[in-house]
């Protein structure tokens, strides 16, 4: 997979599914959504507002690339439209050479019928194709700290992640040290992470 079709992917999924870097299996579907186990009675309107990206995971050590975005966050809010459940808006910045550039996506997501923490978001990437991702929040206090598991399929390519999101741009080191042994025990080492630049946003 080239970087620019791994950048592409990565555009939508950069807060809702994808910080950077994944796994994938050839010739699949997301089949592990519905198995990993959702926040047990999530409250969807503790967890809308403002969330920073802070560190992803990928499955296997070869996809851990050096991520091509820096200062990313997301805004969760009720939708207006009756066809979709939130709205989520996703800001970050790519520097393809060397020089910042801001890109604003707009996402619908939709609830699954097991769970308000597992959800289907569908977006534009940046070559204007039509992506959907499945999200789960697996674990988060709503007010300081969030965990997520997120797959998407493109290509017949399976690409799943987990994240670490706070409420801050700048999280305190202690709290984030401790997320990363909880992302550990998923299966996603320390190793296969890379942090998200979140200076000078």
């Excluded at 007010?143 to 998407?152: P, S, V």
Aim: charged share 20%; proline share 3%; aromatic share 14%.
């Amino acid at each position: 997979m080239s970087s620019y079709d791994l950048r592409s992917v990565l555009s939508f999924l950069v807060l809702l599914s994808a910080f950077g870097t994944c796994f994938g299996q050839a010739n699949q579907t997301c089949i592990h959504t519905e198995l990993v186990t959702p926040v047990y009675n999530f409250s969807v309107d503790s967890f809308l507002g403002t969330w920073y990206g802070q560190k992803v995971y990928a499955g296997l050590a070869e996809d851990a690339i050096p991520l091509e975005f820096r200062c990313g966050e997301v805004t969760f809010s009720r939708s207006d439209d009756d066809t979709f459940d939130l709205a989520g808006e996703e800001r970050y910045f790519t520097f393809p050479n060397g020089t910042d550039i801001p890109n604003v996506i707009s996402d619908e997501i939709t609830f699954s019928e097991k769970s308000q923490a597992i959800w289907k978001v569908k977006g534009l990437t940046e070559d204007g194709e039509t992506l959907e991702v499945d999200n789960v929040i697996v674990q988060t206090d709503y007010t300081n700290w969030a965990i997520k598991f997120g797959c998407a399929v493109r290509d017949n390519y399976r690409y799943e992640t987990m994240q670490i999101w706070t409420r801050t741009r700048n999280a305190d080191p202690e709290l984030v040290a401790i997320l990363e042994l909880l992302v550990n025990n998923y299966g996603f080492p320390p190793a296969n992470g890379r942090w998200i630049d979140n200076l000078n946003c």
